[in-house]
């Protein structure tokens, strides 16, 4: 009887070495909890921004986001993001617009109960290298309006074509240039154009976010531009 109570706690014994040697083991890798944060939708009636709060779990590699923001009006400011310093240059409302195809204006106009916002956007390259902004990192910016909804970009296939042009409409599109988002930019240079945007006629443009997401390990940023 003495000898089989020794056994089993020799058994004992052993099991609960094993189990500290491969609680050891497994332990040794360390995971990092990164909290980040990112803007939700923000009114025009609020004074500064809110954020949400997520937690982000990472094995390696700390990634931190940080977020910026800015008035459009009455000044235009600008953000930096990465090497990208990103300012609204117009903000312009309207039923109908006109572009530039093959040498020829083409006019669009809004369908019924929305209307078209184009801002125009400088981007410059304030790094050491000839890099494509929306190709290392920045997003499309998207646009909130006084109705706490965002939108992203349209482009002409969502307007409807005019192909008989009356005065009023010559008069009063406003013209529209797409920005160039495959456009590679040098160190000190920048490049501007448009992004269009297809809102309800009872809303307002109130703000843009632009998220920049790099590759790891550079940081990730959010810049709010506010439009008014």
């Not at 005065?167 to 448009?194: H, R």
């Amino acid at each position: 009887m003495a000898s089989e109570k020794l056994t089993f706690s020799l058994a004992i014994t052993v099991m609960f070495v094993i189990g500290v040697l491969v609680g050891y083991f497994l332990g040794g890798s360390k995971v990092v909890t990164v909290i980040t944060t990112t803007p939700s939708s923000i009114p025009t009636s609020t004074p500064s921004p809110t954020a949400v709060t997520t937690a982000k779990t990472e094995t390696s590699n700390r990634r931190v986001t940080t977020t910026t923001v800015a008035t459009y009006t009455p000044t235009p400011k600008a953000v930096t993001l990465g090497d990208w310093r990103i300012s609204v240059v117009d903000v312009k409302e309207a039923k109908y617009i006109k572009t530039l195809v093959s040498g020829n204006w083409k006019y669009y106009e809004a369908p019924e109960g929305r209307k078209i916002v184009v801002i125009t956007l400088r981007v410059e390259n304030t790094g050491t290298d000839v890099r494509n902004p929306f190709l290392r990192g920045l997003n499309t910016p998207l646009l909130v309006t006084d109705a706490n909804i965002t939108y992203h970009k349209v482009y002409t296939d969502q307007l409807g074509s005019i192909y008989e042009l009356a005065k009023e409409i010559e008069q009063t599109a406003v013209e529209c240039n797409y920005l160039d988002t495959s456009s590679a930019v040098a160190p000190g240079a920048s490049i501007k154009g448009d992004f269009m945007y297809l809102i309800p006629a009872a809303e307002k443009p109130a703000q843009i976010v632009i998220t920049y997401q790099p590759p790891l390990p550079e940081p990730e940023a959010t810049a709010i531009i506010r439009l008014g």
